[in-house]
């Protein structure tokens, strides 16, 4: 506790103040306040008004009406809550189990179950539905196939459908519980399952009466992220709900633009709808964070006990591996099968086997040069562009005594509540009518990309700013150095592998991102997300595969290029 | 004492590079204190009897198996009639104060329970915050209630590994009158983990010795501190521990008698009843020695004894007293040694100016 006073004690007295009206940082942080109000509340704004006026342009309520009371628009609101709550409710409890069996028990192969830990990183819930219907579709999924050729009757599986679609998502969003949970599990204070056992209650007491209780807070709020990143799912209901008519908000918002004319205002109010839903969830796990929190670091840096599972081990592997195979193993080998055949049947033969998909995807097909050239420079320089404002906001916030510094991280953290295609919408009213008109160009699928990333670019500089002893700041300040100086000489250098590994992420990130640019991208300005997309539209699977499996090489490229420079261990955002 | 009063521990094993071979029998009445320098060892054994750490060997308590691997016998620690508190009070966080309480009690089915939650919360004087969440406890208070709780457990052997460790000077002195409460009133048998000679001389009645993993020495309280290759390792900080009785109270000077087997001691007037039993703490450079009975002296305690051992240590000399069977030191230098000619058999008288009682 004295450590952390002290700590504390000399951050506060690290940070730099301004001495009089005169001085530029005042200046500086005054114009990134200004840059994150436009980019941030200016959308919110817009869309709320937008959402609040009839085709007159008079106050109304008559498109919130519209969005409650139209039978196709409220079954979407319920099917948003439907899939959100299910994929949270099942990631959760596989998420917790998973975790459990790597971080507690003595389950052999544990190390390579802890790869699920890293499956955001090699692919997109979208990717991962779309390597699901060659698996699971009514009619040619494999799965299926292989049902009908062992005397099964019908489909066995429906991957076109809510169960699907909650399927899909859970499996793809579940790490992001296992890294939490698994995480209080690792973190909590061994003496408490101790104290329970010396107290007479036997192994599978502990578990249920002390462990669980005391990592609930870590499940609740991982289970609500979830939910949070399930509501905001474009990808994975658009291709999925589409062939059965199954519609969430999402994909009811985005339908909305492809009227003609398009209905603004109904979009709007299902995006408020949408964003009121996030809040809601990012809130409620909020809250979970900020209470009290179990899990603290043990007095004489014991382990925690390992459960001894006898022959139930190798059950428990089966369990754990079967995830891999079904998030994993499946469908990439699936994705890689399908880029290099002719045919997508069960049957296979050599001559089958081709690449003619990748030349095509490469070299015929119109729009993949365009993104593949797009999508590289978001990557590189939206990547850069973000990292950099994110070091100057984590600067200002943690090390300068400037009044307004709050406002900073409060501004920095709100985009979290943006599901990407509410921030689209925004965008797109704010930007689409003079005096500057950005939509047509590459500059608001940057913006976008942007604003909704400054979240992550933060945490990851601001964790790394915190590391780093602010006397290292003082020295080149008392040396006589100014802040800018200090900024650029100083703190920039240190901040390096926060910078690179968010700078990773926000480039894998950058060359995966659909649910705003599905609404932004104009002709000539696609990205590589929206190129597969339309290959899904046009159903040529095999060509899908190819691109899918490109962008899955790349990141991985990207990440492991990253992980070799920093030694990364953060999950990523999307 | 080998049998169903005694606590016997074998254990040989190693944790990484620390080898430990233990071997000891304790009475299982009383407190047990194993004491000795930090990383010797001392949580291992304790853990190791409590099931949460296996090392190779037998644990028998009371005549009871708890681990035998000759014959393949382990209980695990739930199996185990224990009640353990950690250093660090180690409280559910999710539960309250009574929550943590009751996760004791539930645990012991209610033929087998001993004590009442009612009447454990007000021994430790925990019953005003049965309620609260144990967050906003003082350090003093958590420790308390870590204790309550073990205690409701209805144990048979109960463990404390160092739980005054964590603690400021302020909570150490509000929580071990608890503890000396609880040797006088539960007939709950201790091993007590410790490093501080003041609370061992407070509070334990058997004392276990380690040092590197081995058990050097084991035995009563008064005769292990006044055993001289342990004694010497206190230099001047040596102390002895006198048990004796409130024989009487002398309301003209304020004094009251206490009993013991070389004599009475006259200390300042306490509020004891009489008859009771009371600890006393003697150090060593408090302790002189004359040839003849002193008179003209302001000296009240003064007994006659014989030497029972001398041990010198440059300037100075610890020697080792018998009192009428209770033993006793006194640190004196080499010249007084000489010009008495203190050795082994000869009579002295011993005169004792400040004694500390403990309970």
């Given at each position: 506790m004295a450590g952390a006073a002290t700590a504390d004690a000399g951050r506060v007295q690290g940070r730099i103040r301004a001495y009089s009206l005169r001085d530029p940082l005042l200046y500086v942080q005054g114009a990134v306040i200004l840059l994150l109000c436009v980019l941030i509340l200016y959308p919110v704004w817009i869309l709320f008004d937008v959402s609040v006026r009839d085709l007159d342009g008079e106050l109304s309520l008559r498109w919130y009406m519209e969005a409650y009371t139209n039978a196709r628009n409220y079954s979407a609101i319920a099917n948003t809550v439907i899939v959100a709550s299910g994929a949270a409710a099942i990631a959760a409890v596989a998420g917790t189990f998973l975790a459990w069996a790597v971080v507690r028990t003595d389950m052999p192969g544990r190390g390579l179950v802890e790869v699920a830990a890293i499956v955001p990183f090699i692919s997109t819930p979208f990717i991962g539905a779309l390597a699901w219907i060659l698996l699971g579709s009514p009619q040619v999924g494999l799965l299926n196939q292989l049902w009908g050729f062992l005397g099964g009757t019908g489909p066995l599986i429906d991957i076109y459908s809510l169960g699907g679609i909650i399927f899909v998502i859970a499996l793809y969003e579940m790490p992001f519980v296992f890294v939490m949970v698994g995480g209080a599990l690792r973190s909590m204070d061994p003496t408490l399952e101790e104290a329970s056992l010396a107290s007479g209650a036997s192994l599978l007491q502990t578990t249920l009466r002390v462990t669980l209780p005391l990592v609930l807070p870590a499940i609740l709020a991982s289970g609500l992220l979830v939910f949070v990143l399930a509501a905001e799912q474009f990808g994975v209901p658009a291709v999925l709900g589409t062939p059965s008519r199954i519609r969430v908000l999402t994909t009811s918002i985005v339908e909305t633009q492809n009227f003609y004319p398009p209905r603004y205002g109904l979009g709007a109010a299902l995006c408020v709808t949408l964003f009121v839903i996030a809040l809601v969830g990012l809130w409620l796990q909020r809250r979970i964070l900020a209470g009290r929190s179990f899990t603290t670091v043990g007095g004489k840096g014991a382990h925690p006990r390992r459960v001894q599972l006898g022959r139930w081990r190798w059950v428990l592997l089966a369990v754990c591996a079967s995830y891999l195979l079904l998030a994993v193993v499946l469908p990439f080998a699936t994705i890689f099968v399908s880029s290099i055949r002719t045919h997508w049947t069960a049957d296979f033969r050599w001559e089958q086997f081709t690449v003619e998909h990748y030349r095509w995807v490469l070299l015929?097909?119109?729009?993949t040069q365009h993104a593949i050239v797009n999508s590289l420079f978001l990557g590189v320089v939206g990547a850069t562009v973000t990292m950099i404002l994110c070091a100057l906001v984590s600067f200002l916030s943690l090390r300068t005594r400037l009044p307004g510094r709050h406002l900073l991280d409060y501004l920095s953290i709100l985009p979290l509540g943006f599901p990407g295609v509410v921030l689209a919408f925004g965008l797109l009213q704010a930007w689409?009518?003079?005096?500057?008109?950005?939509?047509?160009?590459i500059w608001i699928l940057f913006i976008a990309y942007v604003t909704r990333y400054i979240p992550i670019g933060v945490r990851a500089t601001s964790a790394t700013l915190v590391q780093i002893h602010p006397e290292l700041e003082e020295s080149s300040l008392a040396s006589g150095a100014g802040w800018l100086r200090t900024f650029r000489s100083i703190t920039l250098p240190l901040l390096k592998p926060g910078i690179v590994a968010g700078w990773a992420l926000l480039f894998v990130a950058f060359t995966r991102e659909l649910s705003a640019s599905i609404l932004l991208y104009s002709p000539g300005k696609e990205v590589l997300s929206v190129a597969i997309y339309d290959l899904y539209q046009n159903g040529q699977f095999r060509e899908i595969s190819a691109l899918a499996f490109m962008q899955i090489a790349v990141s991985l490229v990207i990440l492991g290029i990253a992980k070799w420079v920093t030694g990364l261990d953060r999950a990523p955002g999307r | 004492m080998s049998g169903p009063s005694s606590i016997e521990v074998r254990l040989t094993g190693a944790l990484g590079t620390f080898a430990l071979a233990a071997e000891f029998e304790a009475p299982a009445t009383g407190i047990v204190a194993l004491v000795g320098?930090?990383?010797?060892?001392k949580t291992t054994i304790l853990r190791c009897v409590a099931g949460l750490l296996r090392l190779h060997g037998s644990l028998r308590v009371r005549g009871e198996v708890w681990q035998d691997d000759a014959r393949g016998i382990f209980l695990p620690p739930h199996a185990r009639p224990i009640g353990y508190v950690f250093q660090?009070?180690?409280?559910?966080?999710?539960?309250?104060v009574r929550g943590n309480l009751e996760f004791g009690l539930r645990r012991v089915p209610s033929a087998e329970r001993r004590l009442r939650l009612e009447d454990v919360a007000d021994l430790l004087g925990v019953s005003g915050f049965l309620?609260?969440?144990?967050?906003?406890?003082s350090g003093g208070q958590r420790q308390r209630v870590a204790i309550a709780r073990a205690l409701l457990a209805s144990p048979r052997l109960l463990l404390m590994d160092e739980p005054l460790a964590s603690l400021d000077r302020a909570s150490k002195r509000e929580i071990l009158p608890y503890l000396e409460h609880l040797r006088a009133t539960l007939d709950i048998p201790t091993l007590y983990v410790s490093h501080s000679p003041d609370e061992v001389a407070r509070l334990a009645d058997h004392l276990v010795s380690i040092g590197a993993g081995s058990v050097r020495a084991s035995g009563p309280i008064a005769e292990m501190l006044t055993r001289m290759d342990l004694a010497r390792e206190q230099g001047a900080d040596a102390e002895a521990v006198v048990d004796a009785t409130v024989t009487g109270h002398d309301a003209e000077f304020e004094l009251t008698a206490l009993a013991f087997s070389g004599g009475t001691f006259l200390v300042t007037r306490t509020a004891h009843p009489i008859g009771q039993r009371v600890r006393l703490r003697v150090l060593a450079r408090d302790a002189s020695l004359t040839l003849e009975h002193q008179t003209?002296?302001?000296?009240l305690n003064i007994f006659p004894a014989v030497v029972d051992e001398v041990v010198t240590d440059g300037a100075s000399q610890t020697v080792r007293l018998d009192v009428g069977g209770t033993p006793l030191l006194a640190r004196i230098t080499r010249k007084s040694g000489a010009t008495l000619g203190i050795e082994p058999g000869r009579p002295v008288h011993v005169q004792v100016k400040a004694v500390a009682l403990v309970d």
């Open positions: 015929d097909y119109p729009i689409i009518t003079p005096p500057l008109v950005l939509y047509g160009t | 320098p930090s990383g010797c060892g660090e009070p180690s409280l559910f966080p999710h539960l309250s309620d609260r969440d144990p967050a906003s406890l003209g002296t302001s000296i």
